[in-house]
């Protein structure tokens, strides 16, 4: 309250905030404890850098993995638990800034457990390429963090920030190889996201001007209650707002940036780009479609299943094409791979603009749970291979280390979604559901038939590893780090394909 004066005597007046009280709320640590330790990781680690010697730095990568472990230990009382939410609006229709729900555990444990599977493969990339350990630990970890704060978030600003967050360190983790392809890709990954960051940024502005707030359930009020004139403007920001984490998804047109950005960057950063960077793309992407567009369903249903078409397409002609005596072919093979692959993400996206509902993404979470898993496994084998990265370096391989080649392969045909690679295959099965349950038959037969043409490389490479080869050598012996990274991903696959509901059971649960 305060006090004015009219004629002498004492006028109280309102304050602007008619309960102040409401400001003031307490953090659920619980709820954000996930990307919140990660974040303290990264610090510990910034820190412990500046008193480590030379010969120990080795340990910054242990502690970033402990880091990361005890942040995926910080799910579980949250998936056992009810969803939790925090920096919440107590006014009318205000809604939560964070929300700990079932969508964002699975994408959390997405992007946590990719990123301890790239420190795992990045232990001895560190030390043989002589790049910064402080610097490259401190900003995989921060890139973990915005990839964990974003499926929780639940306003357009949050959602903008923690995109950011995820993407900013990824530009210096591509840029640390000195051997000046790394400065080059980073570059050309910088201006193509800053573009398409900036393009996103005007589409929020349009969204807020047209709805009147960035909660994404007071979007949806606001959008289905705005004036006519406005809905132009809505409709467009709309749009726009889907640039940006189409970019991180490698969505057609948006996609033009991964091929050169994964052979210039270190091998495990390109594997961390094709699993969590596309995870957090994928998150933001479902949770302003299906959360803050929902009025417009049917106009970016349509959009995205073109995307999705065009996506897979162009991916797997582009890795259909690749050759066995190219320097770096694996990788650039793996990158279409990632953008066909992105292809089948984005189908049950359009099928939930098709239907009305969220239901259908539950294909898209249990798909991006396995296709991370297997997808880094692939990188850790490459890495395992080392050389030029040519395919034909693959040649033979089952004769030099049976081992690397029966993981490799395994790995291989679960991308392909061929037996054994059972896990792969219901994956596939359950996203080709999901369009035609909802209508959409002629994106269901771009897919089908896109399945079969990605079959062609991804045999073509399985049959190179048990080729006859004229090189006796093999790769030596494999640094532990790297091997546990590839029997975790292994054992993982080999697990889920015998027991594929332990991922699937996410396709009939409701995720918020």
């Known amino acids: 309250m305060t006090t004015t004066h009219d004629l002498g005597q004492p006028v109280m007046t309102q304050l602007a905030v008619a309960d102040p009280g409401a400001l003031i709320q307490s953090v659920d640590w619980v709820a954000i404890a996930p990307p919140l330790i990660t974040a303290l990781a990264a610090l510990a680690v910034l820190v412990t850098d500046l008193f480590l010697p030379e010969a120990r730095k080795r340990l910054l990568g242990w502690l970033s993995a402990a880091g990361l472990l005890a942040a995926l230990a910080a799910l579980l009382p ?141 979007i949806t009020d606001g959008l289905a209650h705005a004036p006519a004139q406005l809905k132009p403007l809505a409709e467009a920001g709309a749009v726009l707002t889907l640039v940006g984490f189409a970019f991180k998804t490698a969505a057609v047109p948006f996609h033009f940036w991964v091929p050169e950005t994964y052979v210039g960057a270190p091998l495990p950063v390109a594997g961390y780009l094709s699993v969590v960077g596309k995870a957090a793309g994928l998150s933001g992407l479902a949770l302003v479609t299906t959360l803050a567009f929902h009025p417009y ?92 990265g040519r395919l034909d370096d693959f040649r033979g391989l089952a004769a030099r280390n049976r081992w690397a080649a029966f993981a490799l392969a395994f790995f291989l045909l679960c991308l392909a979604g061929l037996p054994p690679g059972v896990v792969g295959l219901f994956g596939k099965v359950v996203v080709f559901r ?60 080999a697990v889920l394909s015998v027991a594929p509901q332990l991922v699937l059971q996410v396709v009939s649960g409701s995720l918020f």
């Open 78 to 218: 949250l998936a056992l638990g009810d969803t939790r939410s925090t920096f919440c609006f107590r006014s009318p229709g205000g809604g939560c800034s964070y929300t700990a729900d079932h969508f964002a555990l699975a994408f959390q444990l997405l992007a946590l457990g990719g990123a301890l599977l790239t420190v795992l493969l990045s232990l001895h990339t560190v030390e043989d390429e002589k790049l910064p350990g402080g610097e490259y630990w401190f900003l995989l970890l921060s890139s973990a963090c915005g990839a964990a704060l974003l499926p929780a978030s639940r306003d357009l600003a949050t959602l903008v920030i923690a995109l950011e967050v995820a993407t900013l360190p990824a530009f210096a983790l591509v840029a640390l190889r000195r051997d000046g392809r790394g400065a080059e890709s980073a570059l050309k990954f910088f201006l193509s996201s800053v573009t398409a960051t900036a393009v996103m940024l005007l589409g929020v502005s349009f969204v807020y001007a047209a709805a009147g707030t960035v909660q994404l359930q007071g």
């Open 434 to 493: 999901a369009a035609v349950d909802a209508g959409l038959g002629w994106l269901a037969v771009v897919m089908a038939v896109n399945v079969v043409v990605a079959l062609a490389y991804y045999l073509k490479w399985t049959a190179l590893l048990f080729a006859p080869s004229a090189e006796p050598a093999g790769p030596g012996r494999a640094p532990a780090s790297l091997t546990a990274a590839l029997g975790l991903a292994a054992c993982g696959a």
């Open 297 to 388: 369903g049917r106009t970016w249903g349509l959009v995205l299943a073109v995307l999705a078409a065009l996506t897979m397409t162009v991916g797997n002609a582009a890795a259909l094409r690749q050759r066995t005596d190219t320097p770096h072919g694996a990788v650039r093979l793996l990158a279409w791979s990632s953008v066909g692959q992105a292809g089948y993400l984005l189908v049950p996206l359009a099928a939930a603009g098709y239907a009305g509902s969220a239901e259908p993404l539950g294909a898209t979470v249990a798909y991006a749970l396995i296709y991370g898993l297997v997808n880094l496994g692939a990188f850790g084998a490459v890495a395992l291979v080392g050389g030029s």
